[in-house]
């Protein structure tokens, strides 16, 4: 048996093993399998590899993203540079971190900006935010993160004032705002001065159009959700665990 799977500490319904498992059988890939492996803590994951020595990836969530680091004994550059691993290659007990957010990002972001190159606003500043931050820099975009804590960010939620957002025609939700089930949630940004210039993409998929985007949509700006983003994530740790993404991709220019 092949085996991949999931790690995370409440993993509830899970989109990887549901995409994993129709992928296996769609092409007929009968001796693999994608399962999920609830931690309480990360000190359970050496227990778990020793007892599953065929497991050859995992993918990585909340909220382990970031803790896992020590954990590896490789780290490709882009996830180094990211600061957080979404994949993990296992090959003779050896663990190499990898993080897809930033090649789902570029899916969901190039097709609804093409060669243009808008100022954004980051809505967010955890483990997503950090690999939009990458790609909007390795793109050379310039951007701004907005944050509830003074640090963390570029600027806190109060300084949302609409002149800012009217100077920002891309905005990317990076918070778990308006996710089910909270659906009726949205972030506080001043809806009145998104019009058709916006670009609104939101990370969320569940719901597909979350009250963000609902409302940008019917200002007339272009939205975009996080479908686009997953799909691309999943099949970018496909490749790696099959070795055939190569190992070092390039890092960003320095700026
Ligand atoms: P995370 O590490 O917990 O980061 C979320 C960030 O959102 C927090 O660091 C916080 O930033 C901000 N935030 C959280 N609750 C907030 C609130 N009530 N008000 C204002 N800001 C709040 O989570 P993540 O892994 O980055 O995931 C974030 C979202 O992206 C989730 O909805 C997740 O499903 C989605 N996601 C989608 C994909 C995809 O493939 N489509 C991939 C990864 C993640 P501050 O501390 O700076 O305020």
Same mark, same amino acid.
Not at 37 to 47: C, G, I, R
Not at 52 to 73: E, H, R
Not at 132 to 147: A, N
Not at 161 to 190: Q, R, S, W, Y
């Given at each position: 048996?092949?085996?991949? /799977? &999931?790690?995370?500490?409440? @993993? #509830?319904?899970?989109?990887?093993?549901?995409?994993?498992? +129709?992928?296996?059988?769609? +092409? /007929?890939?009968?001796?693999?399998?994608?399962?999920?492996?609830?931690?309480?803590?990360?000190?359970?994951?050496?227990?778990?590899?020793?007892?599953?020595?065929? !497991?050859?990836?995992?993918?990585?969530?909340?909220?382990?993203?970031?803790?896992?680091? $020590?954990?590896?004994? +490789?780290?490709?550059?882009?996830?180094?540079?990211?600061?957080?691993?979404?994949?993990?290659?296992?090959?003779?007990?050896?663990?190499? #971190?990898?993080?897809?957010?930033?090649? /789902?990002?570029?899916?969901?972001? @190039?097709?609804?900006?093409?060669?243009?190159?808008?100022?954004?606003?980051?809505?967010?500043?955890?483990?997503?935010?950090?690999?939009?931050?990458?790609? !909007?820099?390795?793109?050379? !975009?310039?951007?701004?993160?907005?944050?509830?804590?003074?640090?963390?960010?570029?600027?806190?939620?109060? @300084?949302?004032?609409?002149?800012?957002?009217?100077?920002?025609? !891309?905005?990317?939700?990076?918070? $778990?705002?308006?996710?089910?089930?909270?659906?009726?949630?949205?972030? +506080?940004?001043?809806?009145?001065?998104?019009?058709?210039?916006?670009? @609104?993409?939101? &990370?969320?998929?569940?719901?597909?159009?979350?009250?963000?985007?609902?409302? #940008?949509?019917?200002?007339?700006?272009?939205?975009?959700?996080?479908?686009?983003? &997953?799909?691309?994530?999943?099949?970018?740790?496909?490749?790696?665990?099959?070795?055939?993404? $190569?190992?070092?991709? $390039?890092?960003?220019?320095?700026?």
């Amino acid at each position: 048996m092949v085996r991949y /799977g &999931l790690i995370g500490e409440h @993993l #509830g319904h899970s989109f990887s093993q549901r995409y994993f498992t +129709e992928k296996f059988a769609r +092409e /007929g890939s009968t001796d693999h399998r994608y399962d999920l492996f609830e931690l309480k803590d990360l000190d359970e994951l050496a227990p778990l590899l020793a007892d599953t020595p065929d !497991l050859v990836g995992l993918n990585v969530t909340i909220p382990y993203k970031q803790a896992i680091l $020590p954990m590896l004994n +490789e780290l490709d550059p882009v996830a180094a540079a990211v600061g957080a691993v979404n994949t993990i290659r296992i090959r003779n007990g050896a663990m190499t #971190g990898h993080n897809t957010d930033v090649e /789902g990002f570029k899916a969901m972001l @190039l097709p609804m900006i093409a060669d243009a190159r808008p100022r954004a606003l980051v809505l967010g500043s955890g483990g997503a935010s950090r690999a939009v931050v990458y790609v !909007l820099r390795e793109l050379g !975009l310039k951007f701004r993160v907005v944050s509830r804590s003074r640090g963390t960010g570029d600027l806190t939620w109060d @300084l949302l004032d609409p002149a800012l957002v009217g100077a920002c025609p !891309l905005i990317i939700n990076t918070t $778990p705002i308006g996710m089910h089930p909270k659906v009726d949630d949205m972030p +506080e940004v001043p809806m009145s001065a998104i019009g058709p210039r916006h670009i @609104l993409l939101d &990370l969320i998929y569940n719901p597909e159009r979350t009250r963000f985007l609902q409302e #940008g949509a019917a200002r007339g700006a272009r939205i975009s959700n996080g479908l686009a983003m &997953l799909h691309a994530q999943a099949e970018a740790a496909w490749r790696i665990w099959n070795g055939i993404t $190569p190992f070092h991709t $390039p890092a960003p220019p320095s700026r």
